[in-house]
């Protein structure tokens, strides 16, 4: 069964300091990854993704994320922390059997501090 | 937003109400879905619409009832809700090219819901 894990509920970081947000995940098969932002009162918006290719992936508003196969991990990175990065992150993998679902992790929330 | 819009944004209703949430899709996809998200738990697929089909119902109680009369619109219709039925009601949608290729999906701002 498909499922990912996120294992820090909160992460906290200096503007101007890099930031990662992890997420490990278990598939059968290759996996798709994605990144999804949640601002607040809004819904979920799409960052990046991973399907196949190169294992470093850029996405909007200066974020990438990394795949592991071996370590089972998909961490969001930015080099660099604005404070409007303050939201609600979700890392989801979808398998490859063709069905239509996203599994969700249970969300980070990041706080970039002044 | 004007991708994927949710209606209402709120929703106060009592336990023997009938009421119905709308998602509207403005992307052109082929296929719809149905979250509920719950404070610190994992998004919970309810429903997949691929092409209009109901292609996923993940043992959702017959209280919630879909319904997607084209491929741009999506009902959730409401009937005797439980309090723990109270939470935030995204809906999504996505264009799902040929199996190798995986599509994003597009969410809503969704409906929070409170039943009382």
């Known amino acids: 069964a498909q499922s990912v894990a996120q294992p820090e509920d909160q992460v906290n970081v200096a503007e101007g300091n890099p930031l990662t947000v992890k997420c490990t995940y278990s598939?059968?098969?290759?996996?798709?990854l994605f990144w999804y932002v949640q601002y607040p009162n809004r819904g979920l918006q799409f960052l990046l993704k991973?399907?196949?290719?190169?294992?470093l992936v850029k996405g909007s508003y200066g974020f990438e994320a990394e795949f592991n196969k071996s370590q089972t991990s998909f961490h969001l990175k930015k080099p660099s922390a604005l404070v409007s990065d303050s939201a609600l992150y979700f890392c989801?993998?979808?398998?490859?059997?063709?069905?239509?679902?996203?599994?969700f992790g249970t969300g980070t929330r990041l706080t970039v501090i002044p | 937003e004007t991708g994927v819009t949710q209606t209402p944004r709120h929703l106060v209703m009592g336990m023997t109400n009938k009421k119905s949430l709308k998602c509207e899709q403005h992307?052109?996809?082929?296929?719809m879905y149905w979250y509920k998200q719950s404070a610190k738990k994992p998004l919970e697929l309810m429903f997949v619409?691929?092409?209009?089909?109901?292609?996923e119902n993940n043992s959702v109680p017959s209280r919630f009832s879909p319904e997607c009369p084209n491929s741009s619109h999506l009902f959730l219709h409401l009937h005797t809700l439980q309090p723990e039925d109270s939470a935030l009601y995204l809906c999504?949608?996505?264009?799902?090219?040929?199996?190798?290729?995986?599509?994003?999906?597009?969410f809503g701002p969704g409906t929070r819901l409170t039943v009382t």
């Open positions: 999504a949608s996505s264009q799902d090219p040929p199996a190798n290729r995986m599509g994003e999906q597009y």
């Open positions: 598939v059968s098969g290759n996996p798709y």
């Open positions: 991973y399907i196949t290719g190169d294992n």
């Open positions: 989801a993998v979808r398998d490859n059997t063709g069905a239509n679902n996203l599994f």
């Open positions: 992307l052109g996809h082929n296929a």
């Open positions: 619409y691929s092409l209009e089909e109901r292609v």
